[in-house]
């Protein structure tokens, strides 16, 4: 049988909005314990007092720092920043895949300063300057593609290695980004890079954003 903080505590941290205001010491615990008191005794299996609950969560309240305790400190070594990019995908089919290959014997997709090519479950997407979309959609005839998005932008944030054990890293970084309701077009991943690929208009906003997340962590 679950103790009754193991169950407060499991309550709690699903809970992102109540979680962070009990690390700032902001969160009414009486309050918060008769909200939750159903629950505790449902997943308890038993009678639980409202004041078992407010105990719990005082020992839980101890243990949590007043940092958010779901977004950790990341420091970022560095941005950068490529523009004038278009995605395009196509369906993923033997005869794609095999378009996709003759790219890379290609000079001009060779030199290229970003180049991505994700093959999805069922999608071959490409993300490419937009010089190359003439020659991609040449290599590619008399496939259609299913998407063509241009004026697209890249910014590339870097970060130690030793974020591949972090939580929430990306979390932490994605949080940044949805409370100013920017648009992210894609998220593409390595093992000490995150980029993010954005409308041209939405860069200069987003630079900032990181900028400024980089200058604080140093």
């Known amino acids: ?19 962070t205001a009990l690390s700032r010491r902001v969160l009414n615990l009486s309050a918060y314990a008769k909200r939750i008191h159903k629950e505790v ?26 940092e958010d305790p779901l977004l950790p400190r990341i420091e970022l070594e560095g941005l950068a ?8 995908t196509f369906n993923k089919s033997a005869a794609n895949k095999l378009r996709t290959q003759k ?12 180049l991505t090519i994700t093959y999805g479950a069922g999608e071959i997407s490409i993300i490419a300057p937009m010089a190359l979309v003439k020659p991609i959609l040449k290599n ?7 998407l063509l998005l241009d004026n697209l932008a890249a910014l590339t944030v870097q970060f130690g290695d030793h974020f ?13 980004i949805s409370v100013r309701k920017l648009n ?11 980029t993010f690929l954005v409308r041209q208009t939405d860069l200069n906003e987003l630079f900032l954003l990181m900028n400024a997340l980089m200058r604080k962590a140093r």
């Open 164 to 176: 591949i054990d972090t939580p929430n890293m990306y979390f932490s970084l994605l949080r940044s």
């Open 1 to 19: 049988m679950l103790k009754v903080t193991d169950i407060v505590r499991d309550i709690l941290f699903s809970s992102e909005l109540e979680l």
């Open 103 to 114: 790219l890379y014997s290609d000079s001009q997709f060779a030199q290229a300063d970003f």
């Open 81 to 88: 920043v490529k523009s004038n990019l278009a995605e395009i």
């Open 184 to 194: 992210l077009v894609e998220l593409i991943s390595t093992f000490t890079e995150l």
């Open 140 to 146: 590619f005839k008399p496939d259609e593609p299913k």
């Open 41 to 66: 005794e449902r997943r308890a299996l038993k009678p639980v007092q409202v004041g078992t609950i407010v105990v719990a969560l005082s020992r839980i309240s101890a243990e949590v720092t007043e």
